[in-house]
């Protein structure tokens, strides 16, 4: 019988003990920490005064482009009933008269039959009485002519009428601006004289007009007819 004091069990009990305690794991490095998060959050503070709302204008921009060529004097005669006004006479000075005195909307006027005649210097305002007065006597020489309807020149005119009020404009201004030409007809563009006057050239200049919103950066422009 081996005793617990024996030399022999105390060897055993070593022996089984290291067995225990023996593994094949390998030893490793503690990885290193991550890096600490980016503080790339910036805070700012400022302040931004803007204009007092009752100063700031919002310019209209009416362009009429009128026909007054023979044809016109069949289709719109003067109205005796009427100081011998025009139907497009009394249309336009209708429109004048129910804006005057609005804070930033400006009239121009164009005629054409064979020939274009801008009635007015570009856009005029419609502020004053004296306004009102030369737009409205603009609006009474709307009255039919001997000649043809030459679109494709009155619709240039328009064009240009509009880059040259635009080009006159700071940038803050063009920002706010809207414009509207309105194009009065009873008939067809004549002389059609390829490649002048012909549909095909008359709807290049209208387009030419109406991508001038975006080049130009304004709010709106519209053509109406």
Avoid: W
């Avoid at 030893?27 to 980016?38: A, F, S, T």
């Avoid at 026909?67 to 289709?75: G, H, I, K």
């Avoid at 306004?131 to 064009?159: H, I, K, M, P, R």
């Amino acid at each position: 019988m081996y005793g617990e004091g024996d030399p022999l069990m105390r060897g055993f009990a070593l022996l089984a003990l290291g067995f225990m305690a023996c593994t094949n794991v390998p030893l490793e490095r503690l990885p290193k920490p991550p890096p600490p998060p980016v503080d790339n959050l910036i805070s700012i503070k400022g302040r931004f005064c803007t204009e007092k709302p009752e100063t700031v204008e919002f310019p209209v921009k009416i362009l009429f482009v009128v026909d007054v060529s023979d044809s016109m004097s069949v289709t719109d005669p003067p109205d005796p009933a009427d100081n011998n006004l025009t139907a497009r006479s009394r249309a336009v000075i209708d429109v004048i008269n129910t804006l005057a005195g609005v804070p930033g909307v400006e009239i121009g006027i164009i005629a054409f039959d064979s020939n274009v005649n801008p009635l007015t210097r570009g856009f005029q305002p419609n502020l004053t009485a004296a306004d009102v007065a030369s737009l409205v006597g603009s609006a009474q020489n709307l009255n039919s002519n001997q000649g043809q309807t030459n679109y494709q020149d009155a619709l240039n005119l328009a064009f240009q009428t509009i880059v040259t009020d635009v080009q006159a404009a700071d940038d803050l201004t063009r920002g706010r601006s809207k414009y509207s030409v309105i194009f009065v007809s009873d008939g067809r563009p004549e002389p059609v004289d390829p490649p002048d006057n012909t549909n095909e050239s008359i709807l290049k200049v209208v387009e030419s007009i109406r991508k001038l919103e975006r080049e130009r950066r304004l709010v709106e422009l519209r053509v109406h007819t």
